[in-house]
């Protein structure tokens, strides 16, 4: 089945900071999601970004299907922005989202 | 619009007991998908189903059966629990080629 990769596993950042995370996967996709899971678990989708980029307010996803790779920024980051960030990607026909293992982000005043 | 919502919230169970996990979708969405998380590691697909009536193995599917009987419900189910099966349970809930709505999820321990 597909890998799917993120990067770095651990990020820690003092409020105000840009961070990049990144996601890479080994077959061709058909659908990539960026998900956030908050300290009390709940998890909340950021993106829904097969290709191209999309913003949404201090959040951004660029995905490059043709290099297996997506990037999300987060700009200004503030402690609201801690916890774990994943990203899912769905492959061929299939029906199903493979998640990477996700990037736990610490943001600290 | 009260979105995924996953009941109960918190269960203790003994080694052998079973239980039923209930997920319900109020969107009309086709597709609902059963995910175990366990500590410092991501999601991995337990079932799944495309529509009312069909259900399929996802990656993690021994020790669970579903159904799918009405297009708003799945449920999960543990027939004889183990303590290997201690997780937190997300269920989620799609159209094809939307983005993927979760509920709160559902805190299982076995003991």
């Known amino acids: 089945g597909i890998q799917v990769e993120q990067s770095p596993p651990d990020l820690i950042l003092q409020e105000g900071a840009n961070s990049t995370l990144r996601c890479n996967f080994s077959?061709?996709?058909?659908?990539l999601q960026w998900f956030h899971q908050n300290p009390w678990g709940q998890l909340i989708n950021l993106f829904y970004?097969?290709?191209g980029t999309k913003q949404n307010g201090r959040l951004s996803a660029t995905t490059v299907a043709t290099e297996r790779y997506s990037l999300l920024y987060i700009s200004s980051s503030q402690t609201t922005d801690s916890g774990v960030y994943f990203c899912?990607?769905?492959?061929?026909?299939?029906?199903?989202?493979?998640f990477g293992t996700g990037t736990r982000l610490q943001v600290t005043l | 619009n009260a979105g995924v919502t996953q009941t109960p919230k918190f269960r203790v169970l003994k080694t052998g007991q079973s239980m039923t996990l209930l997920c319900a979708q109020d969107?009309?969405?086709?597709?609902m998908y059963w995910y175990r998380q366990d500590p410092g590691m991501g999601l991995r697909l337990i079932h799944y189903?495309?529509?009312?009536?069909?259900?399929a193995k996802g990656e993690v599917p021994d020790g669970y059966n579903v159904s799918r009987l009405k297009k708003q419900n799945f449920l999960l189910g543990l027939e004889s629990a183990a303590p290997s099966q201690t997780s937190v349970y997300f269920c989620?809930?799609?159209?094809?080629?939307?983005?993927?709505?979760f509920g709160n999820g559902t805190r299982l321990t076995v003991t």
């Open positions: 969107m009309n969405h086709e597709y």
């Open positions: 899912a990607v769905l492959t061929g026909t299939a029906s199903k989202l493979t």
């Open positions: 189903s495309v529509g009312e009536g069909t259900t």
């Open positions: 989620a809930s799609s159209y094809w080629g939307s983005p993927l709505h």
């Open positions: 077959d061709s996709v058909n659908n």
């Open positions: 970004i097969p290709s």
